[in-house]
């Protein structure tokens, strides 16, 4: 909880804003597109970047949920742990691993082997479509009790 306190109260932190539907279609769509870019520089042998943008790939699709029911964030540990209290950690697993894996490519150079990361491809791949399916179907009634738990901390 205090980690969330933190969060809510950091400047560029979660904050409960308008619903903008067209903006996390937005995200959703450029979740998708990094996802083809993964493959194309996986296709490439391109190891660098496939690491780094499947991990932009799942942030855009984990930020177009919070996007939808009218979250804002701009800090990435946040926007990761504000899903994880509302989701569920067991649905922000992969996307943390990605992360360091990411942090690891693209600051120190250091990443996996071409298998390892055709695995992290295909779960980037099952994370999208998650949040695709989820962001296209998500109510009135569940944004508004997504909202509420964040706003209230009831978590």
Partial sequence: MQKLDWCLKLKNGLKIVNLNERIAKVYLNEAKLSLERAQKNFKDNDLLWTT?????????????FLQRIGIKSENHFCSILGVSKLLGEDKVKRIKIHKEKRIDAQYFLKFDKKDEIS???????????????????????????????????NI
């Fill in 52 to 64: 780094i943008v499947i991990y932009y790939a799942e942030y855009y699709a984990l930020y177009s």
């Fill in 119 to 153: 695995e992290m491809l295909s779960e980037a791949k099952l994370f999208v479509s998650y949040f695709d399916e989820l962001v296209s179907n998500i109510k009135g009634e569940e944004i508004e009790s997504y909202r509420y738990k964040l706003e209230t901390k």
